[in-house]
């Protein structure tokens, strides 16, 4: 079936505003990643879903920070009151399992004003 | 924590030479490992990872791999650039007593010469 799939593909947003990144993650896939990449540097882990246990939040920056995953489908990263320092891309990922090949989206690109 | 450390931001070479792009991890246990691939305007690929077994790992577009566990690292080469090899390559590590989290190095843009 189609890949992974993100949207927005592209989001600007004033200081202080809330964002919504979504991800459609690779039907069947039970295992998805957020990361985020700021210009210039790696992936930095934020989040991992797997299954229906209890996500894997330990490398979200902030409390402004949460995300959700609908059983083993859709899942959103929210941004609460964003900063200026929250600028980068937001990727997202699906896999068959915990540490199988994981799977891309093309990425939300976001800029906060 | 783990680290990744790709050596050289930025990698030059000529179309027909050998591409070597370098990849050390921190951990004393050793990791699984992975390179994707970012070509412009898309989303990461798999390129290659080694888990267990043989320590030459080959992957799509003739890359392959060598885990060293004695210099902790996961150099990627082929053995001859083409043009359409330019991209930015990223190295990645996750922990085999958890799986959950990955680790990328901060990436490696190639660019091929004609």
């Known amino acids: 079936g189609a890949g992974v799939s993100q949207s927005p593909s592209n989001k600007v947003t004033e200081k202080g505003k809330d964002v919504e990144l979504r991800c459609d993650p690779i039907s069947g896939h039970t295992a998805l990643y957020w990361y985020r990449q700021r210009l210039g540097q790696g992936l930095e882990f934020l989040i991992y879903?797997?299954?229906?246990?209890?996500?894997?939040k330990s490398g979200l920056p902030s409390d402004r920070f949460s995300a959700e995953r609908t059983g083993e489908s859709v899942s959103t990263l929210t941004i609460q009151r964003t900063q200026q320092e929250d600028s980068a891309v937001y990727l997202c990922?699906?896999?068959?399992?915990?540490?199988?090949?994981?799977?891309f989206g093309p990425g939300t690109r976001l800029l906060v004003l | 924590a783990q680290s990744v450390t790709q050596l050289g931001s930025h990698v030059s070479v000529s179309e027909g030479a050998l591409v070597l792009l370098r990849c050390n991890y921190s951990s004393s246990v050793p990791p699984y490992l992975f390179w994707y691939v970012q070509y412009p305007n898309q989303g990461l690929q798999l390129l290659l990872k080694y888990t267990t077994g043989a320590t030459l790992v080959k992957g799509i577009n003739g890359f392959e791999a060598e885990f060293k566990k004695s210099e902790t690292s996961f150099h990627l080469t082929k053995p001859s650039a083409h043009m359409s090899d330019a991209a930015e390559y990223f190295c990645a590590v996750s922990e085999r007593s958890n799986f959950n989290k990955f680790y990328f190095g901060s990436g490696t843009k190639l660019n091929v010469k004609p």
């Open positions: 879903f797997q299954g229906n246990s209890a996500p894997d």
């Open positions: 990922a699906s896999g068959a399992g915990a540490g199988e090949t994981q799977y």
